[in-house]
C-alpha cells in the first residue's frame, strides 16, 4: 500500500473512534443528569444535622509534648555523635 491510502486509513479509523468516544460521553452525561434529576424529585427531604462544634478547644502542641520531642532529639544527638 501507499502512503496515501495508509493515511487514509488511519485517519478513518481515528475519526471513527474519535466520534465513538463523543457519542458514548454525550450519552453518559446525558443518562447521569436525568438520572440525578429523578432521584432528587422523588427522593426523601433529608433532615438537617445540626453542625457540631468540637467539645475541646485546639491550643497547638502542649509543651509536655514539645519538651519529650526536645529530649529525645538531644538524646538522639549525644548517642549518635
Given at each position: 500500500m501507499d502512503i496515501t491510502a495508509?493515511?487514509?486509513?488511519?485517519s478513518n479509523l481515528m475519526l471513527t473512534g474519535m466520534v465513538g468516544v463523543f457519542v458514548f460521553l454525550s450519552l453518559l452525561i446525558t443518562c447521569v443528569t436525568v438520572m440525578s434529576k429523578l432521584v432528587s424529585r422523588f427522593a426523601e427531604?433529608?433532615?438537617?444535622?445540626?453542625?457540631?462544634?468540637?467539645?475541646f478547644k485546639s491550643q497547638g502542641v502542649?509543651?509536655?509534648h514539645?519538651?519529650?520531642?526536645?529530649a529525645a532529639?538531644?538524646?538522639?544527638?549525644?548517642?549518635n555523635n
Open positions: 495508509l493515511l487514509t486509513t488511519a427531604p433529608e433532615l438537617a444535622m445540626p453542625a457540631r462544634t468540637p467539645s502542649p509543651n509536655e514539645i519538651a519529650a520531642i526536645s532529639i538531644a538524646q538522639y544527638k549525644t548517642n
